[in-house]
């Protein structure tokens, strides 16, 4: 689900011309009012749990316990979904941040203490060393999909707003 929206977004153009917000940690994109989104502004805080078939829905891993993700958030360049205002179980259906890890800002075990609590949706591959360049206020040009869009479906989007409808409100 927040993979494929943020895939939709890209493809929509929703993030080309906006400005970012940088600070310590992060590099934080804020559409606000800007998107045009199908729903309310949130999706279900989805986390794929390693070694597990399904994804987890509305509830953060809890890493004392052994739950780790698929796709962790203690590394450079991380890019993951914010949490709605109002919601620390859910994500945004817009706004994002890429995550400005280093080993000296984490716990005993060198991960982030925000790891598990976030919607991973991938990685700065490619110019990662630019990064800690980007000031607050720089503007984003264009985000363009490289390769996958041909993977998303039509259907798929419909049952992303379904499972967003079902969702909602339930921790699992």
């Known amino acids: 689900v927040s993979s494929g929206q943020f895939l939709v977004n890209v493809?929509?153009?929703?993030?080309?011309?906006?400005k970012v917000t940088n600070d310590l940690s992060a590099i934080v994109l804020n559409l606000g009012q800007k998107g045009s989104s199908d729903g309310d502004g949130s999706l279900p805080l989805e986390i794929m749990q390693r070694g597990e078939f399904e994804p987890k829905y509305n509830a953060p891993l809890d890493l004392l316990e052994d739950e780790y993700p698929v796709l962790p958030l203690s590394i450079y360049g991380a890019v993951a979904l914010a949490h709605p205002a109002e919601n620390v179980n859910g994500s945004s259906d817009k706004d994002f941040f890429i995550y400005k890890f280093e080993r000296g800002m984490g716990g005993l075990s060198g991960l982030s203490f925000d790891e598990g609590q976030f919607s991973v949706v991938g990685y700065v591959t490619q110019g990662a060393d630019f990064i800690d360049q980007v000031e607050t206020g720089d503007t984003i040009e264009k985000v363009v999909v490289i390769s996958g869009a041909d993977r998303l479906k039509q259907q798929q989007q419909q049952q992303q707003r379904e499972v967003r409808r079902r969702g909602r409100g339930k921790g699992e």
Do not use: C, L, S
Request: hydrophobic share 25%; charged share 40%.
């Open 11 to 18: 493809m929509r153009g929703e993030y080309d011309g906006v």
